[in-house]
């Protein structure tokens, strides 16, 4: 049995771990390395979506043998030998895109795993839609499951659910020759499910497992600041504002947003999403589970700006009365704010995942826009990860052999929480 850490290696995202068990070979996520990316990209230099080598070179791709796209030039490059695929299957952990992104680039016929939530989220968020669902014409195949399924995909994989700052998270406990291998996806304590979290940590135990491969995002970090802090923090600096509020968070955050309805309706303001949020909501609009976590769904919360249709609403009316709206602004439309003109206000800064294209608009320039229309400035946000104590905890509660560090800068400080030899920081790991 050998795991290799091909991406998630003393980076935060994009990770794709290998895990070859005699004939069988499984990757657990297949996402896009934002370091990386930036090293070389941008919003307005980017690599030719039909060329491998736009992704082999710089290294947002690893060199993998008959599991790329013909017609992006695998079989020129030599990345062909015969007709057999080099994969039996990937695992998506969740949603977010240093965990998925990457899958557009392998032949469409190598079965994707994920839960039927995140596959929603995925169809709402891609852009290039063709490349991703129907690379040259073929369909590509997904397989959906939920909490507790036990899954063949050459190696036996339980999913369970885990707690995120996106829904339809999961880790997996593969049963391999050599014992049990457990990989967290990303985690944490305490959001508003840790429930979920505590589940996987159990089942994960049970099987006595040899590794575990722990996201470490927050390592180093002391914060278990949760979505009560949000909404407190939010709730004393905007009572009272009789400007508009505008926010800057990730809609795809459920609890987030839970926070954000529950804060309109307390300041008794309607929210005001824009149309790249609108599939979102109403893919959790529809999950039964989701839609008790927006605390009004017998009626419709959300206005959408621009655009025709029902619930819509214009930047004159928003102008007009803007002590009546929160609107929640992706970075990318902040000049809508040159269309409404508010005049003062506060603008809330809740991003809950850096690692996004979003996070491309540095800071210096959102305060620009802050200063602009004279906002007052307010940051309140709980991560979606994990912090040191809560992963002392997860690690206490599955009681792996060895301890894997993934998906964090400094899988050194995890010496702190496991003693000697039990921690592993190589990238390939073999055992015989
Ligand atoms: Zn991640
Ligand atoms: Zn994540």
Known sequence: MRISVLGGYREVGGNKILVEDRDSR???????????????FSVFVNPSKDSLKHYLIPGL????????????G?????????????????????????????????EPDIPIYC????????????????????????????????????LDVGIKVRAVHVDHSIPGSYGFILETSEGCVVYSGDLRLHGTSPQLTRDFVEEARECEPEYLLLEGTRIGEEDGMGEDYVFDTCLNKTKGEEGLIVLNFNVRDVDR??????????????????????????LYGRDEKLKRM??????????????????????DEIKRRPGRYMLAIDPYKLPILLDVEPEGGTFIDSQSEPFDEESELDHERLMNWVELFGFKYVHAHSHGHADGVELKEIVEGIRPKKLIPIHTESPELFKGLIGGDRLVLDRVIEVV
């Open 26 to 40: 499984v990757m657990l996520d297949f996402g896009k390395s934002f370091g990386v990316w930036k090293r070389y």
């Open 74 to 106: 695998a079989v020129e490059l030599g990345l062909w030998e015969g007709e057999e695929r080099g994969l039996d299957g990937v695992l998506i952990s969740h949603g977010h895109a240093d965990h998925y992104e990457m899958l557009f680039a392998l």
């Open 294 to 315: 927006i605390p009004t769904p017998d009626r419709h919360p959300f206005l959408i700006y621009g655009g025709e249709g029902e619930n819509r609403i214009e930047a």
């Open 257 to 282: 947003l839970g926070t954000f309805v529950k804060l309109a309706e307390e300041l008794g303001r309607e929210l005001v999403i824009t149309e790249k949020w609108k599939g979102i909501v109403e």
């Open 115 to 150: 839960g039927e939530l995140c596959l929603g989220i995925m169809k709402s968020t891609i852009k290039n839609k063709r490349e991703f669902f129907n690379p040259g014409g073929r369909e590509r195949e997904f397989r959906t499951f939920r909490s507790g399924d036990l």
């Open 61 to 72: 791709l690893p060199k993998l043998k008959n599991v790329y796209r013909r017609d992006m």
